[in-house]
């Protein structure tokens, strides 16, 4: 697969099969991934990769959280979008098309609530990846670099027939993650990745997400 066709091909997968990905294909994975560039070549990223039984609990420990209502961390990057903006529109499309492929409608709160957990699950994928950074380093120096990372793992994993998902859901209660991975009060965790191998019979993988056209979105200067 070439560059141009990797990315592409690449979307969000949010249902796996259930076979496990041998942890030999996610350490090439990483090990591709980390040739991102970083600023000053500081190379900020660590990774705690979660599969089997403590990733089950994980799971269910985040469910329980989400059910509680207990509020996310404020290390949370997704905050709201800017009402009546172009961001907020792209955001409501996209969930249009998912809802739209789940058939969940407006007014099913059981089937969004269901729908909704599948982020905190990790997407019932066989192993999930989360990536942190110290938390001695500058912030948000290091998420333009966790973002380059993230998206190699993604792409990389393509190579070895694996989907991935990027969730913020998945971090929404790092309290958990620090728990249950043992990840260090020290780091601060930046983003969640689902991975496994896609189970293409899930409506909501055969979305194709929109994209602004380039000449909306860019000005050239200087060109013919
Ligand atoms: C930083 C970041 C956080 C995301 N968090 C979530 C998430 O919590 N749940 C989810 O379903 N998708 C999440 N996504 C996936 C986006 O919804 C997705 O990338 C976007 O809709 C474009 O679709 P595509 O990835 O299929 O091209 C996240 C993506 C990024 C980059």
Redo the contacts with the bound molecule.
Sequence with gaps: MNIIEAIKI?????DFKTDPVPKHVIKEILQTAIRAPSAENSQPWEFTIIAGDILDKIRTANIEKLKSKAPPHPDL??KGLPRDSVYRRR?IE?AKQ?FGLMDISREDMEKRNRWME??FRY?NAPAAIIIFVDRSLPYPRPIFDI?AV?QNI?LAALHFGLGT??????I?YPEVLHEYAGISESKRIV??IAIGYPNWDFPANS???N?EPVENISTWIGFE
Excluded: E, H, P, W
Excluded at 165 to 170: F, K, L, S, Y
């Design positions: 690449r979307k969000s997968i949010r990057l997704s955001q996209i998912l599948l982020g997407f973002g993230t993604c998902c990027i969730a913020n859901q998945g929404t983003i969640s979305v194709v997400s994209r």
